[in-house]
């Protein structure tokens, strides 16, 4: 049945999504050797539940390239505060330890590409 699942789209893809904590906020995305993505969202936002489809896609489409985080800013809130989170969604954006760029609300995904292929990668030193 696993090969039926798979080609009619039912098998849930991979994807590479860290939960961020007090304790591993620093090493995660401070001292990340890649460019982070900070999806900050919360229970019962609806904005949030429609971008997490996105930034899942994200994780798997850049799987490598950028590091793909998220917290809950209800069990975070020293981290929420740190990244200065006034709204949920809000998706924060980082390159060796400093905010690149910050997006509150909901926007698709082609809106989080065209920053992740303009913005965020070309500060980053390609692999090869």
């Keep these: 049945m696993g090969w039926f699942k798979k080609m009619m789209g039912l098998e849930a893809?991979?994807?590479?999504v860290v939960a961020i904590t007090e304790a591993n906020f620093r090493k995660e995305v401070l001292e990340?050797?890649?460019p982070v993505l900070v999806?900050?969202?919360s229970q019962g936002c609806g904005p949030c539940k429609l971008l997490e489809p996105v930034v899942?896609?994200?994780?798997?489409d850049y799987r490598g390239r950028i590091k793909v985080a998220e917290f809950d800013v209800a069990t975070a809130p020293k981290i929420a505060a740190q990244l200065r989170v006034s709204g949920t969604p809000t998706v924060v954006y980082f390159h060796k330890g400093r905010e690149v760029e910050r997006v509150v609300g909901y926007r698709a995904g082609?809106?989080?590409?065209?920053?992740?292929?303009?913005?965020l990668l070309p500060a980053a030193p390609q692999p090869g």
């Design 110 to 119: 082609h809106y989080h590409r065209e920053l992740i292929d303009k913005e």
């Design 39 to 41: 999806d900050a969202w």
């Design 56 to 60: 899942m896609q994200l994780s798997r």
């Design 32 to 34: 990340s050797s890649v």
């Design 13 to 16: 893809e991979t994807h590479d």
